[in-house]
């Protein structure tokens, strides 16, 4: 039948989902998904593998500085986040403490 012989595999996250860090060094962070991209097998997480970034000054910003960039994480490192799930499981470890 159809083989996806050149194309990019299919995935469940998709942009503006609300996504959960399981693994690496932003685990436990939530936030929106920003941007998929399919052919690396990674997503872009509004606020989570912030990198601080040097701009040289420009015209429209003279005084040159810093600017915060939201890195690209693997997707197997996120867990989708639908409803009140994330919700329920803060409650539970809150409750068994």
Do not use: C
């Not at 593998?49 to 040159?64: D, F, I, L, R, S």
């Amino acid at each position: 039948m159809g083989a996806r012989k050149n194309l990019p595999p299919k995935f469940k996250i998709k942009k503006g989902d609300n996504v959960k860090v399981i693994a690496g060094d932003d685990k436990g962070k939530t936030g929106e998904v920003l941007k998929v991209l399919p052919k690396e097998a990674k997503v872009i997480v509004k606020g989570v593998n912030v990198a601080k970034k040097a701009v040289k000054p420009t015209e429209q910003n003279p005084k040159g500085g810093f600017e915060y960039i939201e890195k690209p994480i693997h997707i197997s490192n996120v867990k989708k986040v639908e409803g009140w799930e994330d919700v329920w499981s803060t409650k539970k470890i809150l409750w068994r403490s």
